[in-house]
């Protein structure tokens, strides 16, 4: 796989399904992990785990959808490491309901966490970046940000908005070689789909070429490639990891 050693990644949302797995997997690779989550029991556990592993990880506890709260992760990240190497927006929230039904407190909190967290984040860790002239930001989008989803207005424009923002950012700091992507996974087993009946299952698979939900480790091994020196020619990209359902 790809050499993750001595960077300096932070990963948010880490303490559990998709995040949890990409800490782990950049772990592996020899990158030092900053896992970003609000429940601090939850990113302890993972941070533990990935340490028992052999890994080197950090757990630091904030709300990204907060400015103060993303410049802070960012400072405290640089201030005691010196630098900061690769950005993985992770971390991400649903509050599904027919468009006709939304309240606007339930669109404003999933695009301030899913938009506006990774626009904030990405804002804040640029200037090390550019000091360094050397960075990634991967972003972690969906499938339905491309094909949109009843139920998820509030979601998809924020998904949608997401890949948008990680094409604008590619063109404005390719000149300093800081390459931002977008991973735009299918249906993946996660608390996020764990809820779903055997018969909705099932239905999915049968538009899925490869006939299976996706793990998060295979959004994760995406994911260390884009952060990887080997990535260093894609910027602006979207990478559906999706077993086939969508293809752009
Ligand atoms: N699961 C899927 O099938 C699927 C498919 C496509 C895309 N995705 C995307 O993949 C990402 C991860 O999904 P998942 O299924 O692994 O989600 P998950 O299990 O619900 O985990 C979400 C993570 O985000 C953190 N988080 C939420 N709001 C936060 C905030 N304001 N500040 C900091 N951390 C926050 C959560 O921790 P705290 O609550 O402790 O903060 C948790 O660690 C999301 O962006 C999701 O949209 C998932």
């Known amino acids: 796989m790809f050499s993750l050693q001595g960077k300096i990644v932070i990963i948010t949302g880490a303490s559990q399904g998709i995040g949890e797995s990409i800490a782990n997997v950049l772990a592996e690779q020899g990158a030092q992990v900053i896992a970003v989550a609000r429940n601090e ?32 992760i960012v ?18 929230i649903t509050k599904d309901k027919l468009m006709i039904q939304m309240k606007p407190e339930e669109w404003d909190i999933v695009l ?8 904030l984040m990405m804002q804040a860790a640029t200037r090390p970046m550019m000091k360094q002239r050397w960075g990634r930001f991967v972003n972690i989008a969906s499938v339905v ?4 989803n009843a139920g998820q207005a509030n979601y998809v424009s924020a998904k949608s908005g997401l890949l948008g923002l990680t094409k604008t950012v590619a063109r404005e700091l390719g000149s300093r070689n800081i390459t931002c992507n977008a991973i735009a996974p299918g249906y993946i087993e996660s608390a996020m789909t764990q809820n779903l009946s055997d018969a909705m299952t099932a239905d999915f698979i049968k538009h899925i070429p490869l006939e299976r939900l996706g793990r998060a480790s295979d959004v994760a091994h995406a994911v260390a490639f884009l952060c990887s020196e080997e990535a260093s020619y894609i910027t602006g990209q979207t990478l559906g990891v999706n077993g086939g359902m969508f293809m752009a």
Not at 42 to 67: C, H, M, W, Y
Not at 145 to 148: A, K, L, R, V
């Open 41 to 72: 029991a939850n990113l302890k556990r993972t941070v533990e785990r990935i340490q028992q592993a052999g890994g080197s990880a950090e757990s630091l506890v904030g709300d990204i959808a907060e400015p103060e709260e993303a410049k802070r």
């Open 75 to 92: 400072d405290t990240v640089v201030q005691k490491f010196g630098t900061l190497h690769c950005l993985v927006n992770n971390a991400g």
């Open 145 to 148: 940000g491309q094909m949109g």
């Open 112 to 119: 301030n966490t899913n938009l506006r967290g990774p626009f």
